[in-house]
């Protein structure tokens, strides 16, 4: 088993920065890609950010050039840097965890809130 759990969130001003992390625990090997998701209320979860285990790293246009997520592989630790944040940056972060047998793992989520 594999368990995520997210930090980091909170309020910040429109062109702020928040940094999320999330700590995975279980095991670990059994862990491929590691993202981020988000979902603001009343919409459906998108995808945001992905880092493979070798560290390639892909972007939803929405955040590319502004968000950047890396992996720390000796803390089993996942990051989202958010720079430049916008109110439509607004949601529910989680982290998801894909693992080699095409299980997905979730996190509880946190929250980021963008004011104008």
């Known amino acids: 088993q594999v368990q995520l759990v997210e930090s980091g969130g909170g309020l910040v001003q429109a062109g702020g920065s928040l940094k999320l992390s999330c700590a995975a625990s279980?095991?670990?090997?059994?862990?491929?890609?590691l993202g981020w998701y988000r979902q603001a209320p009343g919409k459906q979860r998108d995808w945001v950010a992905t880092i493979g285990r070798g560290g390639g790293t892909n972007y939803a246009d929405s955040v590319k050039g502004r968000f950047t997520i890396s992996r720390d592989n000796a803390k089993n630790t996942v990051y989202l840097q958010m720079n430049s944040l916008k109110p439509e940056d607004t949601g529910v972060y989680y982290c998801?965890?894909?693992?080699?047998?095409?299980?997905?793992?979730w996190g509880q989520g946190t929250q980021v809130t963008v004011s104008a």
């Open positions: 998801n965890a894909a693992l080699i047998n095409g299980q997905n793992k």
């Open positions: 279980g095991i670990i090997y059994t862990i491929n890609n």
